[in-house]
């Protein structure tokens, strides 16, 4: 049984090997996706390295000869791993018995012999060859100042000197050595000194070939002397003679004095100054009567524009594709300019019977003068006059709705929209509000039922959102606010049922009471700069699933869609869409007025004993609570007017068993009692 197990073992050790083998065999080194295994080529040996067959890679480097014993007179010095020879057999010392012949360079030798350095020992019974010169090249001739060395070839053994008169050049030849150079002519002003000098080697006193000394020295032209004046156009020019002994020769004449250039006396204004272009002067030379070339004389005059008169004159606007703009012109009053005259627009007149008023500002167009006119186009103008128009009016004494006017131009002078100005234009259906405009007060599109686009043009000033500005505009369903605003005022968007979605610009510091409630907002993100968010801001928007505060606001926070103030203590408002059960974090200490007004889907709620205030309205209007736990065992204080739970489907109050009598009679609680119930 033992040899069974054995030999099983042996047989699956062997089908992991064989196994293994194959998976190998199938891996190349040069794969990308697979494990780098190289395959081994031959292995290395003292003259070649050992690389992957695959890839070349180097595997085991050369391994180097494995010396063997050293070189004697009887064996070669070999490798003893490839045996190749690395150095020769060594010649015998040979050692020669008293009565034997050594052989020389041409005899042979006799006689007993052995060597000093193994144990050759060889009787003399037939000659030994003669050795054979051995040549060395010895110098036979010195080189010399002008010829080259010799040397031959004569043998070194002892007794022999053999000259074989084969011969070849020795040391380059020496060249002169001239010692001191004399010189033998001085330079003069045109040609150079010459110096020689003789070879100082012994034995050969040889003269050298002259060479140049000193430069020639030039001459010395003493005082130059003006033979020539410069006139207007060309250059003086002066002479000299040399003064050195023996020249006297004269000098090449060189420029003197430059050119005067002409004296052109008083410029005279041959050419007038144009609107366009400068005048011209010309001048005549007062030393050679030549005239000069022309120079600018004035500058351009520049145009001397007129007053703008009127090309065309401007119009009222009937409709929306009507403008009325007029034209200006004005051109050169200078005589003979031809200067294309300069043109501009002028503003249209607006829209006839546009009354216009200073009380605001400037000027402001009064829109009540037209309400009841029966147009359905209104255009405010850029100007009234030549004064700008900056302001819009209209108050409506009489609540009455426009239903005649669809389209409204607005002038880009204009900087406010102030009260009720376009109140209940049910006929309106979108506006564009130009750049210009930096505050829209109380009201201006109050009840435009009809308003369904708000547009702001590029680069908008916009900085207020007056209160009740949209409010009522039930079917406003696009407004994209400007970057520029920083206040959004009460009930601003109040009961814009169409309103489904708006992003708070970055700006926004401050938003007032009631400025969404009622809308149809799903989700509202508030921005860093957010300080003040006045009472049911978001209130009573029955499809708000989320109200989100950004990280970086320090004045508010959110969770689970809930707005708090920035430390979580105090409970601002739940969104209007909340449904199911809720329980209230631990850290909160106040439920702030109307936090889950008209919370139609809360059906239970858990207050946590944290809590100490619960204030107006907290919970009133919340028609599906079936439960309402507070885990107090101090009643927590209610609102002035004891609203708090108002209108919660008559559910039960859930209270500490030990503080049920506690709620019962706590102030404003009594109103609740038959409802307060122990756990």
């Not at 050293?70 to 040979?94: F, I, K, Y």
């Not at 239970?604 to 309402?628: D, E, G, Y």
Request: glycine letters at 8%; charged letters at 10%.
């Amino acid at each position: 049984m033992r040899n069974i197990r054995k030999q099983a073992g042996i047989l699956i050790f062997t089908v992991i090997v064989a196994v293994t083998a194959v998976c190998f065999l199938f891996i190349s080194c040069e794969d990308p996706e697979l494990p780098h295994i190289c395959t081994p080529g031959t292995a290395a040996t003292c003259t070649t390295a050992q690389r992957c067959i695959d890839c070349d890679e180097l595997l085991q480097a050369v391994l180097g000869h494995n010396h063997g014993p050293e070189a004697t007179c009887t064996a070669s010095q070999n490798c003893m791993d490839c045996g190749v020879e690395l150095n020769e057999m060594l010649d015998h010392d040979w050692e020669y018995d008293q009565n034997a012949v050594p052989p020389t360079c041409t005899t042979e030798g006799y006689g007993h012999r052995y060597c000093n350095d193994c144990e050759a020992n060889e009787p003399g019974s037939t000659p030994y060859d003669a050795l054979g010169h051995e040549f060395d090249w010895v110098i036979t001739k010195t080189p010399t100042c002008s010829a080259a060395g010799e040397e031959t070839e004569i043998c070194h053994r002892d007794g022999c000197n053999h000259n074989s008169n084969i011969k070849r050049q020795g040391a380059p030849a020496l060249g002169h050595n001239p010692g001191n150079w004399v010189q033998t002519t001085a330079p003069t002003c045109t040609a150079a000194g010459i110096e020689t000098g003789t070879c100082t080697r012994e034995g050969c006193n040889v003269p050298n070939t002259p060479r140049a000394g000193a430069n020639a020295l030039g001459h010395n032209p003493g005082n130059w002397v003006q033979t020539t004046a410069p006139t207007c156009t060309a250059a003086g020019i002066v002479t000299g003679t040399c003064t050195r002994a023996n020249c006297n020769q004269p000098n090449t004449p060189y420029t003197g004095a430059a050119a005067l250039g002409h004296n052109p006396g008083n410029w005279v204004q041959t050419t007038a100054p144009t609107c366009t272009t400068a005048g011209i002067e010309t001048g005549t030379c007062t030393r050679c009567i030549e005239p000069n070339e022309p120079r600018q004389g004035q500058n351009a005059l520049g145009h001397e524009i007129g007053n703008w008169t009127i090309a065309t004159h401007a119009t009222y606007c009937t409709d929306v594709n009507s403008h009325g703009t007029g034209l200006e012109k004005r051109a050169c009053t200078r005589a003979s300019c031809s200067h294309v005259q300069e043109t501009r627009v002028i503003s249209c007149l607006g829209t006839a019977g546009l009354t216009f008023t200073d009380i605001r500002g400037p000027f402001s167009a009064d829109m009540s003068s037209i309400k009841n006119s029966g147009l359905s186009f209104v255009c405010i103008p850029d100007y009234y006059g030549d004064i700008p128009v900056v302001c819009i009016d209209g108050y409506n004494s009489d609540d009455s709705n426009n239903t005649t006017i669809t389209n409204i131009r607005i002038g880009k002078n204009v900087t406010s929209i102030v009260y009720t100005a376009f109140a209940d234009y049910i006929g309106l259906t979108s506006i564009e509000i130009p750049a210009g405009v930096t505050d829209i007060n109380s009201e201006v599109f109050w009840g435009c039922i009809n308003l369904v686009n708000v547009t702001f043009a590029p680069g908008s000033k916009l900085n207020r959102i007056g209160s009740q500005v949209f409010a009522k505009c039930y079917n406003l369903s696009s407004i994209t606010l400007p970057n520029s605003l920083t206040t959004i005022g009460q009930s601003a968007f109040a009961s814009c049922n169409s309103l489904t979605q708006i992003i708070i610009p970055n700006n926004v510091t401050f938003i007032d009471y009631y400025a969404f409630s009622g809308s149809g907002l799903t989700s509202i993100e508030i921005p860093a700069k957010v300080g003040s968010i006045g009472r049911r801001a978001f209130g009573s928007c029955e499809n708000l699933t989320s109200i989100t505060v950004v990280a970086e606001n320090q004045n508010f926070s959110s969770w689970n869609g809930i707005l708090y103030n920035k430390n979580g203590t105090t409970l601002i408002q739940a969104p209007g869409a909340i449904s199911g059960s809720l329980s209230i974090p631990n850290n909160v200490t106040t439920i702030d007025s109307y936090a889950f007004y008209l919370c139609t889907k809360l059906t239970n709620i858990v207050i946590p004993a944290t809590v100490t205030t619960i204030n107006t309205a907290a919970f009133s209007i919340c028609t599906s609570l079936t439960s309402i736990t507070i885990q107090a065992g101090t009643p927590p204080s209610l609102g002035y007017d004891n609203s708090a739970f108002s209108s919660t489907n008559n559910c039960q109050i859930r209270v500490p068993a030990a503080s049920v009598n506690a709620y019962k009679t706590a102030l404003g609680w009594s109103t609740y009692a038959s409802r307060i119930v122990a756990m």
